[in-house]
């Protein structure tokens, strides 16, 4: 806060801010006060529909006073307890709860969880998991890791290594062996489809071609997002997924679905894994996990990834990888509660009963200026923008601007607009994005 202590003027000096150009939002901020329902309050107290579930995690809403009255009795009895060696019953109650709905078939349920704190954390554990299974059972040489341009999994040095966008790595060192497959853009034959597209299941084959340059024998893992969601909401060509299992199966891959953002109802199912029906060797989470309101990650792993490193002396570390504040006390209270209310308002499928409005409502925006593609899968939707001539992104953040300053929170990589708002969404809330994001998008030059 400032000296004279206004609660709406703090000084903005000190804080780096993360994935944000800070010159210019100091010069201009957008500040979020508080949140209830579908909506936050800025700082200039007006009300600002949330079209994002925050940074896709506030699946259930905001303000949720079951959540905050859990963490607070839970710092009450047990504010932190350390997890190596030891441990605390609240973090083996939330695993239970999470292996109930864990991702994949019933008798088949990735339902071995292991504690993180963030999306990035997740996938560097997962990475780190396929690599020691693998050396587990005899493969010590495959330690390649395969993931997909224009996928996000973070900002650790894993994550940034298999994903596929470049100005997260362009600056920074990658681990060696990584790949990629090509993504499975293609405006040309799948523009303005709903649900997802029929051309591109060819493009799996691309792990068939990496199998041929390097060998099976090098390759640990392959890691894909189910439907990318930070780059622009590119959704899995029809046969894509089941196709990539397929080829890992044959050639010993293990294979990853990163579910930060697709885990916790966001498609309409529990998991990415069980709306497509492909079930993947190890899953990603965060997010959605404690309805953003503590920060928490957790990686779902097969019996089979599990059970090979459950050998040895029963006194030998299994996996020597864990953190500080794997199963925090406060994060597990809120998680647990997190899936009370997922439960019993029936969130993790609410996406399905909205999915018809939901598309219905976005792609009413097809023939508005600029918007070359509308693709919708669950409760989310990309609308891509045609980019200004030699400044791409401008376009879209001008219209991001514009949505916020008319009382809606979007969201916008490159000059893709990106929806998920928050499970609990009405109708009346698409009819709102839809007239505010329409008026912007008529305004934008
Ligand atoms: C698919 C995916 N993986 C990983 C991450 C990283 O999560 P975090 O920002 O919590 O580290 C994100 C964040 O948006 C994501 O979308």
Not at 171 to 191: C, E, I, W, Y
Not at 270 to 290: E, H, N, S
Request: charged share 20%; glycine share 12%; aromatic share 8%.
């Amino acid at each position: 806060m400032n000296v004279h202590n206004k609660p709406n003027e703090p000084v903005l000096d000190s804080y780096w801010m993360p994935f944000t150009a800070n010159r210019q939002f100091k010069a201009a901020p957008r500040l979020l006060a508080s949140a209830e329902g579908m909506y936050y309050t800025s700082a200039d107290g007006r009300q600002v529909l949330d079209g994002t579930a925050g940074l896709w995690c506030v699946n259930a809403g905001h303000g949720r006073r079951q959540i905050a009255s859990a963490v607070e009795r839970q710092l009450t009895q047990l504010d932190f307890a350390p997890s190596f060696q030891m441990g605390h019953p609240i973090a083996f109650d939330f695993a239970e709860r999470l292996a109930e709905i864990a991702p994949g078939p019933d008798g088949a349920k990735l339902d071995r969880v292991f504690y993180t704190g963030s999306g990035s954390e997740s996938v560097d554990t997962a990475l780190k998991m396929a690599i020691a299974y693998q050396r587990a059972i005899g493969q010590g040489t495959r330690t390649r890791l395969i993931g997909r341009e224009r996928g996000y999994h973070g900002v650790g040095f894993g994550g940034i290594s298999v994903g596929g966008i470049l100005n997260n790595r362009r600056v920074f060192p990658q681990l060696a062996g990584s790949d990629h497959l090509r993504h499975t853009h293609d405006l040309a034959k799948n523009a303005f489809v709903k649900g997802q597209p029929e051309h591109g299941v060819e493009l799996a084959d691309d792990l068939e071609r990496l199998v041929a340059l390097h060998g099976a024998e090098t390759i640990a893992a392959c890691i894909v997002e189910p439907v990318a969601g930070s780059t622009g909401v590119l959704i899995p060509p029809k046969g894509y997924l089941e196709k990539l299992r397929a080829i890992c199966d044959k050639h010993g891959i293990l294979l990853i679905f990163d579910e930060v953002i697709t885990g916790f109802g966001r498609l309409g199912a529990a998991f990415a894994t069980d709306y497509f029906g492909v079930t993947p060797d190890l899953v990603t989470t965060a997010k959605g996990l404690t309805n953003g309101a503590i920060p928490m990650g957790a990686v779902f792993a097969s019996r089979k990834v599990h059970d090979a490193l459950m050998h040895g002396p029963e006194n030998a570390i299994e996996l020597f990888h864990g953190y500080t504040y794997s199963g925090h006390p406060a994060a597990c209270a809120a998680g647990i509660v997190t899936l009370d209310i997922y439960r019993d308002e029936g969130l993790l499928t609410r996406a399905a009963d909205l999915e018809d409005d939901w598309q219905t409502a976005m792609h009413s925006l097809k023939g508005l200026p600029h918007v070359i593609d509308i693709r919708t899968i669950g409760l989310i939707a990309g609308i891509e923008l045609a980019s200004r001539d030699g400044a791409p992104g401008t376009r879209a953040y001008d219209v991001f601007v514009d949505c916020f300053e008319k009382g809606l929170l979007i969201r916008v990589t490159g000059d893709i607009i990106a929806f998920s708002p928050p499970l609990i969404a009405e109708k009346k809330h698409f009819e709102d994005i839809v007239s505010i994001l329409g008026d912007a998008l008529k305004r934008a030059a």
